[in-house]
């Protein structure tokens, strides 16, 4: 059991009997003698994926969620679900279509990811900060290119759209950032 004291950001606590990520907390000191310290939390319910907000009063217990992060391995798409495995247990895991698509042009057969598990089941997926991926698909190499950002499109081995710099080839490999999906850099 945990009060407010402990909240803060990648905590997972339990609201309404699932499992939500704490996003941010921000605290709010009281207006009036007396008064309790305000907690205002941003949160992702990890079965719904929503993000909702919540306060909580200083000295509030918090339950802490039933969740556990282990590491595991993608192993192939199977249709709109992917199949991970737990590196522990070897146990494999089906994924459904609503948690792959944020994260599906950033796998690759193979790729280690930090599995959450609430109750048994898989509820996050958690991804490396950055993936290499190879680029199969872009226009030429713009001559002349200037010194400034001119960008182009690309398609990587995942299906994945990309801007990158006007200099790279098909065949190069780029690094991509997985919280927003931009480039990096050359790999």
Known sequence: MA????????????????????????????????????????????????????????????????????????????????????????EQYEIGREMMEPIQGYLLEGMEVQLGFFQGNVVSIELPLTVELKVTETPPVI??????????EAILETGMRLQVPSYLETGEKVKVDTRDGRFISRA
Request: hydrophobic share 35%.
């Open 143 to 152: 001559k002349h290119a200037t010194a400034t950002a001119q960008t182009k």
């Open 3 to 90: 009060t407010t004291a402990d909240l803060k950001r990648n905590l997972v606590i339990q609201i309404d009997k699932a499992p939500c990520l704490v996003l941010e907390v921000t605290s709010q000191s009281p207006s009036a003698r007396g008064g309790n310290t305000l907690f205002k939390t941003k949160y992702r319910n990890l079965l719904t994926g929503q993000v909702l907000e919540k306060a909580f009063k200083g000295g509030d217990r918090i339950d802490e969620a039933d969740f556990e992060k282990r590491k595991g391995q993608f192993l192939y798409l199977s249709g709109a679900e992917g199949v991970f495995m737990d590196l522990a247990s070897y």
